[in-house]
């Protein structure tokens, strides 16, 4: 058993990540956990990444994981790509969304309250204590690394993706989700281009663990992944989706599918 484990590390990281969190969305989809304690599941990926890591890498690996959390010396330009992109990405799809007959407002909500923006560091900032390093020391931190050492970036990005997604099927179920009653094929499209644009910024950032969770906060804050803006009109996601789509193939032209110019050996894990 222990040899299987770490012949296959992101297998046991899924796996982990999957049951831990699971163990908390199923029940609450069911109505069967009340109250809010149930949203700790955000936290399930990061303990599933530190006994990942624990079991296939020993001290080594989860020392490795704790430098890359703290790894902040990557070029101030990143912080600005990683922070204010995301707003920037908003607010040209909103534009656009405006531009084909649909509402600006209700395409950029935390656009349109003064309150709002005045809060928009504090929120900044618990989206990412919260979602951002709850999920990145899984995603970022333990599983593309690993795919990297054997697959180029493209392909571990959509491997990521696909599994990443897969990751919150529980929420299209749970009432009072964001996500509850939409299909899946919407964060499946989504998050496979997002992973693809995070694979981008970690290979280029040393494989940072902290530039990953203040993107996921901030993609979180701007509403990146917008929802639908009424029931079932699914307009606006899609054209988000189509836009991340846009940059991807963009990036995937320029750089090539490993994404990076030259050879980012701290980004990769050591095997």
């Known amino acids: 058993m222990t040899q299987t484990i770490?012949?296959?590390?992101?297998?046991?990281?899924?796996?982990?990540?999957?049951?831990?969190?699971?163990?908390?969305?199923?029940?609450?989809?069911?109505?069967?956990?009340?109250?809010?304690?149930?949203?700790?599941?955000?936290?399930?990926p990061a303990i599933a990444a530190l006994l990942a890591a624990a079991l296939t890498g020993g001290r080594a690996a989860v020392r490795e994981l704790g430098e890359r959390l703290v790894r902040w010396r990557v070029g101030w330009q990143w912080y600005v790509v990683v922070i204010l992109g995301p707003a920037a990405f908003s607010l040209s799809v909103a534009g656009v969304y405006a531009l084909l007959g649909g509402s600006f407002s209700a395409a950029l909500p935390w656009a349109q309250s003064e309150e709002t923006l005045v809060m928009l560091p504090v929120l900044f900032l618990i989206l990412a204590l919260t979602d951002g390093l709850g999920e990145e020391p899984a995603w970022r931190g333990f599983a593309l690394p690993q795919l990297l050492s054997r697959h180029n970036a493209l392909v571990a990005s959509l491997i990521v993706g696909v599994l990443w997604a897969l990751w919150h099927l529980p929420l299209l179920w749970t009432e009072g989700a964001p996500r509850y009653q939409e299909p899946i094929w919407p964060i499946l499209v989504d998050n496979t281009a997002k992973s693809v644009l995070f694979t981008w910024v970690f290979l280029h950032t040393r494989g940072s663990l902290l530039m990953a969770i203040l993107f996921h906060g901030a993609t979180n804050l701007f509403q990146v992944s917008a929802g639908p803006t009424s029931p079932g009109d699914f307009t606006l996601p899609l054209l988000a989706?189509?836009?991340?789509?846009?940059?991807?193939?963009?990036?995937?032209?320029?750089?090539?599918?490993?994404?990076?110019?030259g050879p980012h050996p701290e980004a990769l894990p050591k095997v």
């Open 241 to 261: 989706a189509v836009a991340k789509w846009m940059l991807v193939v963009v990036l995937v032209v320029v750089l090539g599918p490993n994404l990076a110019r």
């Open 6 to 44: 770490r012949r296959h590390p992101v297998v046991t990281l899924f796996v982990l990540a999957y049951a831990l969190s699971w163990a908390i969305q199923i029940p609450r989809a069911a109505g069967l956990l009340q109250g809010e304690a149930w949203r700790v599941y955000v936290w399930a």
